[in-house]
């Protein structure tokens, strides 16, 4: 909290924000929250401290240091950060929130006093004239209170605690899943040998055998995809699912419990404290095993007889564009690693650099020619998406309610921000079609374009979106490209005439694409090492 404060500045800090440190579990880092904040009636509780010291009323503060517990304003800031850079410093607006959420609570049965303690055992609220009238604890016994000051941080903890377990929990969903995800990688390979080794013994025989050959790699594919599929949809609703249920639990119950009122707090610790216990119970899904059909050869290289049991299966059909002649198969090339903070959501490019939005709620700068990577800006919200366009960083933000979408100038300053409603509590992602902002409302099956100040242009319909993952791109300078990770879909839909230009299903589970002038590129999440090429103009897919 930098250096050690005078007398003087502990005077000072009377009529300023007071901020306790919690304890972290061992995972995590110390946190500050706000406990005491005096009340903003008038201009002098945001003027700047220096000045009104100087007997300069009128100039209001702009930054409120933590540190030092003193508000500035811009020119005694700069002084100020000149000695003291390493101070923890927010915003005047974030200081008036913190001040309005700790404003007295007035008790409901007498309207004079104000609540100020609680029962550890029922979470019941009073004030000191409600002690004379209170009953029994639900158990029978007198109630153990506490003050609100006592009493909060300790309830505090024991979420902590409880959000402890949570983490290792999704540590050890994580495990399985990332055996899962190998286990089906070693599958593919597995699978593209023996159709090697069907495909080399078929050339080894004469002619009237050949379509026998082609007829069993049919066979074999289907009976695979089939097995692989059942794989996907054991990581997808055993693991991913309850990962997912894991992560919303955690960040909830993180986010009321840090930025609602110590007595909201207190009412809301039983239904925290069920929901979290209730997510701990069971064992993790143990990844089942499959009986696998190998391929057999015999010695004798002219009576190669290849057996395997196999069971049909329907796969949606695909149109198949043939590669042009100047296409050649080509491998992409690792330049370097460079580690982040934290997993990686998003990544966005722009003037030798890329900017990469986190789960930590932060985008950081990579500078791809010295491969610096630092903070580019952060927020008390879920990142989403970040992209950078006109030297503006855009993030779209979620919270508990709804998703935000924050404009910052690269020197991080905001300029402006609004609200996007979208039903669906999954990722969202936003693109840029010629200077217009395009982000799905998937609640209504909607795409909304934006101008780039957040004004509504049109709400175009579009009824293949779903509540699942959904991520875009801009395929041209008059329509976006959408993968639609649960139905499987990957469609293109013009922003002027607001109609589907084509669709297709023939990458399963979508997870990311990106577009130039004449290609889509997608991806999955289940086969990592392929990249699956489409024609922009038609949809239809590349085969090399």
Same mark, same amino acid.
Request: glycine content about 2%; proline content about 3%; overall charge neutral.
């Given at each position: ?48 401290? #220096? ?15 933590? /540190? ?13 950060? *000149? ?18 959420? %700790? ?8 309207? *004079?006093?104000? +609540? ?23 158990? &029978? ?71 026998? +050959? ?32 894991? /992560? ?17 707090? #207190?009412? &809301? +610790? ?39 049991e196999f069971h049909s299966n329907d796969f949606p059909d695909m149109q ?11 491998? %992409? ?21 890329? +900017? ?6 932060? #985008? ?64 969202n992602k936003l693109t840029f079609v010629d200077n217009m902002i395009v982000?799905? *409302? ?12 957040? *004004? ?8 293949? %979106? ?5 991520? %875009?791109?801009?395929?041209? /300078?008059?329509? #976006? ?14 922003? /002027? ?28 999440r289940s086969t990592r090492t392929r990249i699956w090429i489409l024609d ?9």
């Amino acid at each position: 909290m930098g250096p050690k404060r005078t007398a003087e500045t502990l005077s000072r800090a009377a009529n300023c924000v007071k901020l306790c440190k919690v304890e972290a579990t061992s995972a995590e880092e110390e946190e500050m929250i706000i406990v005491e904040c005096p009340s903003l009636h008038d201009q002098t509780d945001t003027a700047c401290d #220096v000045c009104v010291r100087k007997d300069i009323h009128d100039q209001l503060a702009t930054t409120y240091c933590t /540190s030092c517990s003193t508000k500035f304003c811009l020119k005694h800031l700069q002084s100020h950060d *000149d000695c003291f850079w390493d101070h923890v410093k927010i915003d005047m607006e974030e200081y008036k929130q913190q001040a309005k959420k %700790l404003e007295p609570r007035p008790c409901s049965e007498h309207p *004079d006093l104000e +609540y100020s303690m609680g029962c550890g055992v029922c979470q019941v609220v009073i004030c000191n004239k409600c002690v004379s009238n209170l009953g029994l604890c639900t158990d &029978g016994a007198p109630h153990r209170l506490r003050s609100l000051e006592d009493l909060v941080p300790e309830l505090y903890q024991e979420i902590s605690e409880l959000k402890t377990l949570i983490v290792n929990k999704e540590d050890v969903l994580s495990t399985v899943f990332k055996e899962t995800a190998k286990t089906i990688s070693d599958f593919e390979i597995e699978t593209k040998m023996m159709v090697e080794l069907l495909r080399k013994t078929c050339n080894n025989q004469i002619n009237s055998i050949r379509q026998k +050959y082609d007829n069993l790699e049919k066979d074999l594919m289907k009976f695979r995809n089939k097995i692989q599929k059942e794989m996907e949809h054991f990581m997808k609703n055993n693991v991913d699912r309850k990962l997912g249920i894991l /992560s919303d639990c955690k960040r909830k119950v993180e986010f009321d419990f840090q930025n609602s009122h110590k007595v909201d707090i #207190v009412h &809301g +610790y039983s239904q925290a404290f069920k929901d979290m216990n209730d997510l701990l119970k069971g064992d993790p899904p143990a990844l089942p095993s499959y009986n696998v059909v190998v391929l057999v050869k015999k010695e004798t290289p002219r009576d190669i007889d290849l057996k395997m049991e196999f069971h049909s299966n329907d796969f949606p059909d695909m149109q198949i564009a043939p590669c042009p002649a100047d296409h050649r198969t080509r491998c %992409l090339t690792l330049l370097n690693e460079i580690p982040v903070s934290s997993k990686c959501n998003s990544i966005s490019y722009h003037h030798s650099s890329a +900017y990469v939005s986190l789960e930590n709620n932060s #985008v950081e700068r990579i500078n791809l020619d010295s491969w610096q990577c630092k903070v580019a800006q952060t927020t008390h919200n879920r990142v989403n998406d970040a992209a950078v366009f006109n030297r503006k960083i855009y993030l779209l933000e979620r919270n508990l309610k709804n998703f935000i979408v924050r404009v910052y100038l690269l020197t991080g300053r905001s300029v402006v921000s609004w609200d996007h409603f979208d039903g669906s509590n999954k990722f969202n992602k936003l693109t840029f079609v010629d200077n217009m902002i395009v982000i799905p *409302d998937r609640a209504t099956k909607h795409l909304v374009v934006y101008t780039l100040k957040g *004004d509504v242009v049109k709400n175009i319909p579009c009824d293949l %979106l779903s509540e699942d993952c959904v991520t %875009l791109c801009a395929a041209d /300078s008059d329509s #976006v490209v959408v993968s639609d990770h649960q139905s499987s879909q990957i469609f293109k839909v013009s922003i /002027s005439t607001e109609k589907v230009v084509w669709t297709t299903k023939c990458v399963r589970n979508p997870q990311g694409i990106t577009c130039n002038s004449s290609h889509v590129f997608a991806t999955n999440r289940s086969t990592r090492t392929r990249i699956w090429i489409l024609d922009s103009g038609n949809g239809k897919l590349y085969i090399y």
